[in-house]
């Protein structure tokens, strides 16, 4: 009898589960048609583009983002989301918006549009499941994913977005097949992701001020930590294969 009423509970829980998946893909949806339409005003004025046939240089995109004119913020934030899904380096976008827009408004420019673009790769993930991801990720990346997946708790979340070693775009994929609560997503990816925005917008503002030598020893000084983080970076030796077809999610 007890066992009954359980399942009768359980059965309106799974059911609200199952809407709010549903509600979840459709505003993720939305909001990246929403994107598509504003990258696609700004573009009017420019002609057709491709992204990848532009360089992807910081002055490329201050040149980009000027030519939009007060479309510049929106396309700005536009190819932040965009990033989520389409591989090009941020940093060098980060940088751009700190040429054009200074060190608050970049940082806050650069920040809110990967906010986006990570929340919209969550939602997709968690709601259309592996098919989805298998489109978005090649299968080489699969074992850095579920190698990651066994690790432990928000703290491995943090890290992850603190120290990038793993992609920005795969960890939201990742993240969204797990049991990872929006809350946790939210505020690791918030705070993870704020110290590189704010560094990678701060050299932007002041690259007209830095000496040739100051840009040589930070390039030097971050290729020799990227890679000594690739380097000294250990699978952990109880990582299961969470995201395998067959397993159950990972609880965060």
Known sequence: MVDAGHR?????????GSRLGKVLAVV???????????DWLALLDLGPLDLYQIS????????????????????????MVLHSFVPFPAECLAIANGMVFGLLWGTLITWSG???????????ARSLGRPFVSRMVH?????RIDTWSGTHGWSALLAAR??????????????????????????TTAL????????????????????????????????VL????RRFHRPMPDASTNLRPGNGPTEL
Not at 28 to 38: E, G, H, P, Q, S
Not at 56 to 79: K, M, T
Not at 168 to 173: A, D, M, S, T
């Open 139 to 143: 299968e080489r990346h699969w074992d």
């Open 56 to 79: 992807l240089a910081p002055e490329a995109f201050v040149e980009l983002i000027r030519g939009w004119g007060a479309w510049g913020v929106a396309g700005s934030l536009g190819l």
């Open 162 to 187: 603190l120290v990038p070693v793993i992609a920005f775009n795969l960890i939201n994929y990742a993240a969204g097949m797990m049991n990872v609560s929006w809350w946790t997503f939210t505020w």
């Open 114 to 124: 990967a906010m986006l673009g990570a929340w919209l790769a969550f939602a997709l």
């Open 8 to 16: 009768s509970r359980a059965r309106p829980s799974a059911h609200h």
């Open 226 to 229: 990227w890679l000594l983080l």
């Open 192 to 223: 993870g992701i704020l110290p590189l925005t704010v560094l990678m917008v701060l050299l932007g503002e002041r690259m007209t001020e830095m000496p040739a030598w100051a840009w040589l020893l930070f390039v030097v000084a971050a290729a």
């Open 28 to 38: 993720a949806v939305l909001l990246l048609m929403v994107v598509v339409l504003v």
